[in-house]
C-alpha cells in the first residue's frame, strides 16, 4: 500500500513538473516579443500600449479563465494602480519608478483583498454586479476628491524618474517599451509558474464544480481570496505602468468601457491559457488602429461584429485550419532527446542475447 502511494505521487510529480515545462512555441513567442526592441524601433509607442493591455487581459485571465469568477468592474484596481503610482510620483513620496510599481500593486492587492469578500458572497450575476458597482463607486470617488485626483482633467504634473535611477523615459518610448515588456514577462513567469502549480490545479477544481471541489477538500473560499487578490495586484500594475509611460492619470482608467475593452481582449485571444490576454491585446490593439483608419466613427461596430462572429461561429471552427500547425508544436515542445543508456544496461542486454 505504501508502495502504491509512493509510485502515484511520484507520477503526480512528475504530471507536474512535465506542466511547468517551457515548450518550444513559448520560447519562439518571447524570443519575437524581445526581438521588437530591435526590429520595430519605431513602434515602441504602440508597443507600450499593447504591453499594458496583455498585462491587463492576463489578470483578468488569472481569475476568468482559471477561477471562473467572471467581473465587470477589473478597471477598478487598474484605475487604483494609476492613481496609486500618480500620487507616489507627483508628491515626490517614491521617486524610483520600480519600487513604486511594486507599491502601487500591492495597493491595488490590497483592495483586491477586501472587496473579494463582497464579489465571491453571490453567484455569477451577483458578482457581475458587484464588480461594477465597485468600479463606479471607485470612480465617482476620484471625481469627488478632484483636488486629490484631478478629476474630469486629470492627474498632471507628474514627473516620473529614471528607472534604477539611471535609464530615462524618453519621447520616443524606448526605456517605457523595455521597461514594459520586462515587468510583462517578470508577472507572466510568476503567473505561469502559479496556474501550474498544485494551486492552479485546485482552481481549475473549482472552477469545474466548487461543490465536488470543497466535498475532498479544497479550500475553496481561500483559493478564490487569494486568486482575487494577485489577479487585483496585476491590473494594478498594468495601470503603474500606464501612468508611468504616460505621466498621466484620468478617470478613464476606472471607466467601465476599460472593464469591457479587457474582456474583450481576453475573449478574442481566449481564456484559461495565459497567452489568451497577450495575443488577444495585439489583435485588439492593430484591428482598432486599421479599423479606425477605415471608418473613424463606426470602428466599434466592426470590433463588436468581431466578438458576435467569435460567439456564433465558435473559436474551434474560425481557428480550424491552424489546428495542424499547433499539433506539429506540441510535438516539438513535448520532444526531448532519449536518454543513453546505462553502461550496465547494455552489458545484461548483450549478456542476454
Not at 502504491?4 to 519562439?28: D, F, K, N, Y
Not at 498585462?55 to 488569472?62: E, M, P, Q
Not at 465597485?134 to 528607472?163: C, Y
Not at 535609464?167 to 526605456?175: A, E, P, Q, S, V
Amino acid at each position: 500500500m505504501l508502495k502504491a502511494t509512493r509510485s502515484h505521487s511520484t507520477e503526480i510529480a512528475g504530471l507536474l513538473t512535465a506542466r511547468a515545462r517551457w515548450t518550444v512555441p513559448e520560447i519562439a513567442f518571447w524570443l519575437v516579443a524581445f526581438a521588437t526592441i530591435f526590429v520595430l524601433p519605431d513602434r515602441h509607442l504602440i508597443l507600450t500600449e499593447i504591453v499594458i493591455w496583455a498585462l491587463f487581459a492576463l489578470s483578468l485571465d488569472l481569475i476568468l479563465g482559471f477561477a471562473g469568477i467572471i467581473s465587470l468592474g477589473h478597471a477598478a484596481f487598474f484605475g487604483f494602480g494609476a492613481y496609486a503610482a500618480g500620487l507616489l510620483a507627483k508628491h515626490g513620496l517614491i521617486v524610483e519608478p520600480v519600487l513604486a510599481l511594486i507599491v502601487a500593486g500591492l495597493a491595488s492587492a490590497v483592495l483586491g483583498f477586501f472587496t473579494s469578500f463582497l464579489v465571491l458572497r453571490g453567484t455569477d450575476l451577483t458578482r457581475l454586479m458587484v464588480t461594477l458597482g465597485v468600479a463606479l463607486l471607485l470612480r465617482e470617488l476620484a471625481n469627488r476628491f478632484s483636488d486629490l485626483t484631478g478629476g474630469a482633467d486629470g492627474m498632471q504634473g507628474i514627473e516620473i524618474g529614471p528607472v534604477l535611477g539611471r535609464f530615462d523615459f524618453d519621447l520616443y518610448g524606448h526605456t517605457a517599451y523595455v521597461y514594459s515588456l520586462i515587468v510583462l514577462f517578470v508577472l507572466f513567469v510568476i503567473a505561469r509558474r502559479i496556474v501550474r502549480s498544485p494551486f492552479g490545479l485546485s482552481l481549475l477544481a473549482i472552477k469545474d464544480n466548487s461543490l465536488r471541489a470543497a466535498a475532498v477538500g479544497i479550500p475553496v473560499n481561500r483559493r478564490l481570496v487569494a486568486i482575487y487578490t494577485i489577479a487585483a495586484g496585476y491590473a494594478g500594475v498594468a495601470g503603474a505602468l500606464l501612468t508611468q509611460t504616460t505621466a498621466f492619470a484620468s478617470l478613464e482608467g476606472l471607466a467601465f468601457e476599460r472593464s469591457a475593452d479587457v474582456l474583450l481582449v481576453l475573449i478574442i485571444g481566449g481564456a484559461g491559457y495565459l497567452y489568451g490576454g497577450l495575443i488577444g491585446a495585439v489583435i485588439f490593439r492593430f484591428a482598432h488602429d486599421w479599423m479606425a483608419d477605415i471608418t473613424p466613427q463606426y470602428w466599434q461596430f466592426w470590433i463588436g461584429l468581431i466578438l458576435v462572429l467569435i460567439v456564433l461561429v465558435g473559436r474551434e471552427r474560425i481557428t480550424g485550419w491552424t489546428r495542424p500547425i499547433r499539433r506539429l508544436a506540441d510535438r516539438l515542445g513535448n520532444w526531448r532527446p532519449a536518454r543513453p543508456r546505462a553502461l550496465g544496461a547494455s552489458s545484461r542486454e548483450g549478456g542476454e542475447r
